[in-house]
């Protein structure tokens, strides 16, 4: 996972401060039932309350959304820098377009996915703070996100032709996950296959 991640606090969103504000401010119904159930999922995995399952207390949880984290960047020598990861959900980004940066993300220990070494690119679409009262009566921080997801061509080798590892977006079904932010180490700058159209606005990035 590396080193700890910092979270940037410097944009909470005010209008958002419990669970159900956060379902309720999401307009993609996909968004809203992948973090629910990805939250609830990770909640189960890591909390030591483990009868912890409540719709209720769930909605009731005190919540932040942030727009940026800063992440430890490993250098080719062994050095780090600090890295600010910026993710603005739907809202413009210095009063220009949104942005939701696509950054590494770090999947199991050991080496996978060929040429990625077990990281994949993701695109974060939300992230947020939550906070859960364990059985022993502290309050536990969770700093979850909820990104679009990507899988290897190829199996993560490099393309023989462009020289670049491949990945598509994963199919709709399973597009959207929530993941730790403590498994995100940088930013990662992906280059779409068909670009979209600054004259026509009608083809998506692929």
């Known amino acids: 996972m590396g080193p700890q991640n910092r979270r940037d606090g410097n944009h909470p969103d005010a209008m958002i401060n419990d669970f159900r504000a956060l379902l309720h401010n999401s307009q993609d119904a996909m968004h809203r039932v992948t973090i629910y159930n990805g939250t609830r999922e990770s909640l189960k995995k890591t909390s030591r309350n483990k009868t912890y399952t409540s719709d209720e207390q769930l909605h009731a949880m005190a919540l932040c959304i942030y727009h940026g984290i800063k992440v430890q960047v490993e250098g080719l020598e062994g050095e780090y ?56 009566g502290a309050f536990v921080e969770y700093w979850l996100t909820l990104m679009l997801t990507t899988i290897p061509e190829n199996s993560g080798n490099l393309d023989p032709v462009s020289n670049f590892v491949q990945v598509r977006k ?9 993941f730790s932010v403590g498994n995100i180490v940088g930013r990662v700058h992906v280059i779409p296959e068909i670009a979209t159209s600054s004259k026509t606005g009608d083809v998506r990035n692929e």
């Open 170 to 178: 994963a199919p709709a079904a399973v597009a959207l996950r929530v």
């Open 81 to 136: 820098s600090p890295q600010i990861c910026r993710c603005t959900g739907s809202q413009s980004w210095r009063r220009g377009v949104r942005r939701n940066d696509w950054v590494w993300v770090k999947q199991c220990p050991r080496r996978c996915y060929g040429a990625l070494n077990g990281r994949l690119p993701w695109q974060l679409q939300r992230q947020f703070r939550i906070k859960l009262l364990n059985k022993d």
